[in-house]
């Protein structure tokens, strides 16, 4: 078990420009999530894959937001046309799909928009 | 819907004073309640959880927190605070209908130990 990894760690990136982060979850776990955390705040939900479909999004996902698990492994989450309010950690966590399995948490990555 | 009110943004005590962390919930089902720590710069680790069964939880590092259902309370305690329990603690929440996937979080309370 070697954990949630996600890349970068951090990213400064102009208002305007595209990003794209990685998660790469724990190898048996079949769940994947994606959360945000802003100063100050708790992480908020955004979405949620089993395997490789992605089976829910919350609102907080605008039309900017595409997250992609293809295999089923490791996701990505891009970010067009980026504006300083996406400006957050992002976290990725991962858990089995068995009952009550708890959400193991990546460190994030702290995306800054200028 | 659900939410979680953390009272106090910030806590302050003393190296081994007693630590208590405070936690409401709203749920329009049952919950499953979960306390979480956040080091700097670092993802959520979590320290105990609350499903069903006994209302004490013991978790990991000596925290404990009871479901108090009467309250609507699971507040996160230790008897003995050490220099190393410096960190953000959330408490959240989530449906016991169904995934535990889509946690409800407070805003953190940050606790600063003192030696």
């Known amino acids: 078990d070697t954990g949630v990894s996600q890349d970068p760690r951090h990213k400064i990136t102009k208002r305007g420009q595209n990003v794209t982060f990685r998660c790469d979850p724990i190898?048996?776990?079949?769940?994947l999530y994606w959360y945000r955390q802003t100063l100050g705040q708790g992480p908020e939900f955004l979405t949620y894959?089993?395997?490789?479909?992605?089976?829910?999004k919350s609102r907080l996902l605008s039309d900017r937001f595409s997250a992609e698990r293809p295999k089923g492994s490791f996701s990505t989450l891009e970010i067009q046309r980026t504006e300083q309010g996406d400006s957050a950690m992002y976290l990725c966590a991962s858990s089995t799909d068995s009952y009550n399995s708890p959400l193991h948490f990546g460190n994030g990555t702290r995306l800054t928009v200028t | 819907a659900q939410s979680v009110t953390q009272l106090g943004s910030h806590v302050s005590v003393s190296e081994g004073a007693l630590v208590l962390l405070r936690c409401n919930y709203s749920s329009s089902v049952p919950p499953y309640l979960f306390w979480y720590v956040q080091y700097p710069n670092q993802g959520l680790q979590l320290l105990l959880k609350?499903?069903?069964?006994?209302?004490l939880v013991k978790g990991i590092n000596g925290f404990e927190a009871e479901f108090k259902k009467s309250e609507t309370s699971f507040h996160l305690t230790k008897p003995s605070a050490h220099m190393s329990d410096a960190a953000e603690y959330f408490c959240a929440v989530t449906s016991s209908g169904g995934s535990n996937y889509k946690l409800t979080f407070g805003k953190g309370t940050l606790l600063t130990v003192n030696p």
């Open positions: 609350y499903t069903t069964g006994a209302t």
């Open positions: 894959f089993q395997n490789e479909a992605q089976l829910e």
């Open positions: 190898s048996e776990h079949n769940r």
